[in-house]
C-alpha cells in the first residue's frame, strides 16, 4: 500500500542536501552557535522579505508572540483580543504576560477571526490584538488596525502560518505594528529545531525584543532590563538563509496544488478553502470541512493517507484554560469548526499521483464513482 504523509520534511531535504549540509558545516568550523554573523545577515534577508525594517530573530514562534507583547506593553490585568481557533501558543503568550485572552469567533469561510465581533469586546483594559493568519491566508488586515487606531491598540500579527503570504499587495509581517513568525520544522519555512522572529518598522519594539530576547544585555554583563534567553541559534540560522532562498518557489508549488485539490474534489461534499479576493494565501496547511469528519479521517488513514485536524479543540474548552471560566457556547463557529476540519496533505514536494490518490479515496469515501 503506498502512504502519503501529511508533510514530508524528508523530500525537502533530498532537494537540497548539499546546500544545507554546507550551510551547517559553515556554523561548525567556525563554532560561532550564538549570535554568530548567520543570524545578522539572516535577520537583514528575513526583513527585507518581510518587507520591514527590522527582524529580530528569537528561539520559537511562542518567544516571538511573549516578547513582542512585553514590547507592546502587555501587563498583568490586561486584556489581548485573539481566536479561539489557533494553536494554543498565542493563547499562551498573552497569559505569560499575566492578562487575559479575549476570544472573539472566527467566519466560517477563512476560519480567521471575524473583525465585526472585535469593537464590542474592548475594554479600558484592552492592550492588543492579535490576528492569526490561519492556514496561510491573511485576516482582514485594514479593518482591524481601522479599529486598532481608533482604541490605541497594539497589532500583532501571528504570522507563524504565513511566511509570503499577501495583503493587497503587502507581504504578512508589514501589516500590522509587530508580527510574530515560527520556523518549527514543519512551517512552510521551517527550521531543523526550533526558531522563530520578530518583524516591525517601528525601531523601539526591535530594539527592545532585541533585548529581551538576550537577557537585557546591551553589553556582555550589563543588563538594562530583565530580559530572556530565547535567542535564535546560529546553525538555525544558517539553515535558514539558505532555505529562504527557496521559499517562493515553494509557495508556488503549495498554491498549485491547492488549486489542483480545489478543482479534483469540486465534485465532492467537502467545504474547500477559499482564498479572498486581494489575498495570496500560502497554504501552510489545506483544510477542507465536512460534516463527516471523524469518519473521512479514520477512512484516509486506513489507505495510508496522512491527515490532521487543526484544531480539533477550540482554546476556550481547552482543559488548560478551564481556570478562566469561559462559557462553552460563545464561540459558535469555532467549535463547528473545530468539529469539521481536516486538513489533507500538503506540502511542496506532494506528486501529482499523490493528489489524485487522495481524491479518488474521498471520492469513494462519498461514494462518487465518475469523477
Ligand atoms: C506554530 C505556531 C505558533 C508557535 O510557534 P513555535 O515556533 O512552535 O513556538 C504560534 N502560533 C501559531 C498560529 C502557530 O501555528
Excluded at 492556514?135 to 500583532?156: R, S, T, W
Excluded at 485539490?261 to 500560502?282: A, F, I, Q
Aim: glycine share 6%.
Amino acid at each position: 500500500m503506498q502512504s502519503i504523509p501529511l508533510v514530508d520534511l524528508k523530500a525537502q531535504y533530498k532537494s537540497m542536501k548539499s546546500e544545507i549540509d554546507a550551510a551547517i558545516q559553515r556554523v561548525v568550523d567556525n563554532t560561532t552557535f550564538i549570535l554568530g554573523e548567520e543570524v545578522q545577515s539572516f535577520e537583514r534577508m528575513f526583513a527585507e522579505y518581510c518587507q520591514t525594517k527590522y527582524c529580530v530573530g528569537v528561539a520559537s514562534g511562542t518567544a516571538a508572540l511573549h516578547l513582542s507583547l512585553i514590547a507592546g506593553g502587555v501587563r498583568n490585568g490586561d486584556e489581548v483580543i485573539t481566536s479561539p481557533f489557533t494553536f494554543i501558543a498565542t493563547a499562551e503568550a498573552i497569559t505569560h504576560c499575566g492578562a487575559r485572552p479575549v476570544f472573539i469567533d472566527i467566519e466560517s469561510k477563512t476560519m480567521n477571526i471575524n473583525h465585526q465581533n472585535i469593537e464590542k469586546l474592548i475594554t479600558r483594559r484592552t492592550k492588543a490584538i492579535i490576528p492569526v493568519h490561519l492556514f496561510g491566508q491573511p485576516c482582514n488586515m485594514n479593518e482591524i488596525n481601522e479599529i486598532a487606531d481608533k482604541y490605541g491598540l497594539v497589532v500583532i500579527e501571528d504570522a507563524a502560518q504565513a511566511h509570503g503570504a499577501e495583503y493587497k499587495g503587502k507581504r504578512v509581517g508589514s501589516l500590522g505594528d509587530i508580527a510574530c513568525f515560527s520556523f518549527y520544522p514543519g512551517k512552510n519555512l521551517g527550521a531543523y529545531g526550533d526558531g522563530g522572529a520578530v518583524v516591525t518598522n517601528h525601531d523601539h519594539f526591535a530594539q527592545t525584543i532585541a533585548k529581551l530576547r538576550n537577557h537585557g544585555r546591551e553589553e556582555k554583563y550589563k543588563h538594562e532590563i530583565v530580559g530572556f534567553g530565547e535567542r535564535l541559534d546560529t546553525l538555525q540560522a544558517s539553515i535558514l538563509e539558505t532555505k529562504l532562498l527557496h521559499l517562493d518557489a515553494w509557495t508556488e508549488s503549495r498554491r498549485r496544488i491547492a488549486r489542483k485539490y480545489n478543482k479534483m474534489l469540486s465534485h465532492t461534499p467537502l467545504d474547500l478553502p477559499t482564498e479572498l479576493p486581494g489575498n495570496c494565501h500560502v497554504y501552510h496547511l489545506y483544510v477542507v470541512r465536512t460534516a463527516q469528519r471523524d469518519d473521512l479521517v479514520t477512512y484516509l488513514e486506513e489507505r495510508g493517507i496522512g491527515v490532521g485536524i487543526h484544531y480539533p479543540i477550540p482554546l476556550h474548552v481547552q482543559p488548560a484554560y478551564h481556570y478562566l471560566k469561559y462559557r462553552q457556547q460563545e464561540f459558535p463557529q469555532a467549535v463547528k469548526a473545530a468539529a469539521e476540519v481536516v486538513s489533507l496533505p500538503m506540502f511542496p514536494e506532494l506528486k501529482d499521483e499523490a493528489i489524485s490518490f487522495v481524491v479518488e479515496q474521498i471520492s469513494k469515501f462519498f461514494k462518487i464513482n465518475d469523477y
